[in-house]
């Protein structure tokens, strides 16, 4: 499944996403989930405030009182906190026996947290430990002339992917490494396909403020005006919210216990929008800023009701077409293509009996317009300079969308993909991976060290 964070360099508004394990979302009170979600933010906050709400509202009774004392029990969730501090992205899993486990990263370490739960609601924590904490291997110290000889070298220890490297404007390297499925020995080139994560959130800025410059839309519109039954709680929320991540809707729709998957269970618009109008809201609209895979989701939807298109519709007819990207779409696109043009997860949580995309079916509104698609590195290349271009964005939209400048971007999920990208002016690097198996593993490493050449110093 897919978690996110943030980065900015030099000003630049792209969008960063590091997306690895299943959802942390607060769907339901007394859900794992929801108790899951609790404890990050937990680890995440600072002051010991935090460390008492946390205890009183999720942690049993029976384990509160093992502490002896309320200091002894807040100098023990402490202590955790500073351990894996601070945290990075967050991948959640959970193991047979229904404990849920925390990776959480940070370019200083890896760390595992496990929360045992009660086996029935309300679910209360009755034991949190720190399962490991451990350094970060440094990443390989790539530069424009060691590059490819750097991902041959991480091929021989189970690298694989598509990579293009472009320095001031000339393209210098456009190869694969490795194989898109190893066990029928079909290696990867620059054609072959690639799950991309919440990549399509671009794809969606994109369309938004196109929609803003044909004067369709205003990203000071309430969200009423594109939808209706709107619960009074979200009445207020704009697009501009949703896109700025000021908008106080959860992270992820998924369910679990009610979707197999909570990534490619179909689910249509109408249960999408049901699902995120009728969770409570992480705060009110406008007073914080917290990413939300559901708001794009909503701008997806927007993007439909405006244009009266299907939102991949919309996107052909606006971008992918113009800007010649034909390997880039949802989910079903890949069946177009030969099963050796299409990469295959080699990590992670395998899904299916083939873990491609080709064999996922249809995009479900669970992730569409944060994600479920697949492209390729030079499609990616062609969406940035159509963007950077002129004459697909206004002025204002290109600022807003963040047009030139330094970027770096991670994405990926938890079925064995990553992707990365890195660029500065002219200088571009693409790594697109089907390695991957969990955070600030090889493959990872591998893929941001070689992006970070395009962004340079």
Request: net charge negative; glycine share 12%; hydrophobic share 40%.
């Amino acid at each position: 499944m897919l978690i996110h964070r943030w980065n900015h360099l030099a000003g630049f508004a792209l969008v960063v996403l590091l997306l690895v394990a299943p959802p942390l979302l607060a769907q339901q009170p007394g859900s794992r989930q929801a108790r899951a979600q609790a404890t990050e933010m937990m680890l995440d906050s600072s002051g010991d405030s935090p460390l008492r709400d946390y205890a009183h509202d999720h942690l049993a009774p029976g384990y509160c009182e093992s502490f002896g004392d309320e200091e002894a029990l807040i100098s023990y969730l402490r202590d955790i906190r500073e351990q894996v501090a601070p945290v990075g992205g967050v991948g959640l899993m959970i193991d047979d026996a229904g404990v849920v486990q925390l990776h959480i990263s940070n370019r200083q370490r890896r760390s595992i947290v496990a929360v045992h739960l009660e086996p029935e609601a309300p679910r209360r924590v009755v034991e949190l430990t720190l399962v490991e904490s451990v350094t970060n291997e440094d990443g390989p110290q790539v530069t424009w002339d060691t590059i490819e000889s750097t991902l041959v070298a991480a091929t021989e220890k189970g690298f694989c992917g598509s990579v293009l490297a472009v320095r001031d404007g000339e393209v210098v390297l456009d190869r694969g490494f490795g194989f898109a499925d190893p066990q029928r020995q079909h290696p990867i080139t620059p054609e072959t396909l690639f799950a991309i994560g919440s990549t399509p959130i671009d794809f969606t800025h994109g369309a938004v403020l196109k929609l803003v410059d044909l004067g369709e839309i205003s990203l000071d519109d309430p969200i009423t005006r594109y939808f209706e039954n709107v619960p009074d709680d979200k009445r207020g929320i704009t697009l501009e919210h949703l896109r700025t991540g000021g908008s106080g809707l959860i992270d992820f729709p998924g369910i679990e216990g009610v979707d197999a998957n909570l990534d490619l269970t179909w689910i249509d618009r109408a249960e999408f929008l049901r699902r995120v109008f009728a969770a409570p809201l992480r705060f009110e609209p406008g007073s914080s800023e917290e990413h939300s895979h559901c708001a794009w989701g909503v701008l997806a939807a927007v993007v439909e009701v405006a244009s009266g298109l299907g939102y991949e519709e919309f996107l052909r007819e606006q971008f992918f077409g113009p800007a010649g990207m034909t390997r880039t779409g949802h989910y079903p696109l890949a069946q177009q293509f030969p099963e050796a043009e299409v990469a295959v997860g080699l990590g992670g949580n395998v899904w299916g009996e083939i873990n491609s995309p080709a064999y996922w079916g249809e995009t479900s509104w669970l992730v569409l317009g944060s994600g479920g698609m697949v492209s390729t590195p030079g499609d990616l290349c062609r969406w940035l300079g159509f963007l950077g271009g002129g004459g697909v964005l206004g002025e204002e939209s290109r600022r807003r969308y963040g047009v030139g400048g330094v970027f770096m971007a991670v994405g990926g999920n938890d079925r064995g993909f990553i992707n990365t990208i890195g660029g500065r002016g002219g200088d571009l690097v693409i790594v697109c991976s089907n390695s991957h198996v969990e955070m600030e593993d090889f493959s990872a490493r591998v893929a941001m060290g070689v992006a970070e050449v395009g962004v340079g110093e």
